[in-house]
């Protein structure tokens, strides 16, 4: 396996400069790992298959999903795709590199853990700070037009709130230089997380029921259905800051709530009430 990696990863350095691959190679990779994972859940949406595991009972209007593709696509080429230009010398700088040998697998489990506790950490100051009057009415209200998410709306967001949330992202990749193999497999996790976070279906096989303190998508779809004042559950990826810091508590409080109300239910049918 690791010779076919390295294989196709030698085909890439010999036909593709580190600018084309660094730039143009992260933001269609981005393109591809987004839309191919978030489209699905607009679908599911649409045709109401697997409605049992959608968590809010409201769906959206076909024009409200094409005025999101639409204005997605907008923002990835006119946002998205100039800071990523941009970016460049400034990986450079910081040591990013894409030649082989290619780092272990040590390496890069190690680095992406690091960018999850940063970017968690980073992320969950930078959403609570938009949820301020100020911000939250001209800039992450955008986001939140959709109270209803579904995988692509995770990216539905005011420009400024792409450049000031997308920081948490990449700081870890910034300060570490990794391989740009490791930087596209931090990539596509994280566009992935986020994706499962805003689809609005909670399945059995999802990671939240499997791994601790991972929020997905009825932890986030939770923040989506409140006011802003309300909210709370800022957290990214995992749940720990929130819970740290109790903006969690509303959350916890309807969970405990709807336990109890499904364990009496399974009670009296036990009793066959």
């Known amino acids: 396996m690791a010779s076919i990696i390295e294989s196709a990863w030698q085909y890439l350095i010999t036909h593709f400069s580190d600018f084309q691959l660094a730039c143009l190679g992260s933001f269609f990779l981005h393109e591809g790992v987004f839309f191919l994972s978030g489209l699905p859940f607009m679908f599911l949406e649409r045709v109401g298959w697997l409605s049992k595991y959608k968590i809010q009972a409201k769906n959206n209007t076909r024009a409200a999903q ?3 593709i639409a204005r997605l696509l907008l923002y990835h080429f006119g946002v998205n795709l100039p800071m990523l230009l941009l970016s460049y010398p400034v990986f450079r700088f910081m040591g990013m590199r894409s030649n082989l040998p290619l780092p272990s697998w040590e390496v890069i489990l190690t680095q992406i853990i690091v960018y999850f506790i ?10 609570r700070i938009l949820h301020t009057k100020w911000l939250y009415k001209h800039v992450h209200s955008i986001h939140h037009e959709y109270a209803t998410p579904f995988g692509v709306t995770s990216e539905y967001a005011h420009p400024a709130e792409i450049l000031f949330l997308g920081f948490a992202t990449i700081f870890g990749p910034a ?6 193999i490791t930087l596209w497999l931090w ?3 994280r566009i992935l997380e986020t994706v499962e976070a805003h689809s609005g279906y909670h399945f059995p096989w999802s990671l939240s029921n499997f791994i601790p303190l991972y929020g997905g998508a009825d932890f986030h779809d939770y923040h989506h259905r409140l006011l802003y004042t309300k909210s709370g559950n800022y957290s990214s990826t995992f749940t ?11 959350y916890r409080k309807l969970k405990a709530l709807k336990n109890t109300k499904v364990e009496a239910s399974s ?3 036990k009793r066959g009430v």
């Open 66 to 68: 094409e005025k999101c």
């Open 118 to 127: 940063l970017e968690d950490f980073i992320f969950y100051w930078g959403h």
């Open 175 to 180: 300060i570490t230089g990794p391989h740009l």
């Open 187 to 189: 990539m596509s996790l």
């Open 240 to 250: 720990y800051m929130d819970r740290i810091f109790g903006t969690d508590i509303g």
């Open 267 to 269: 009670e009296q049918k």
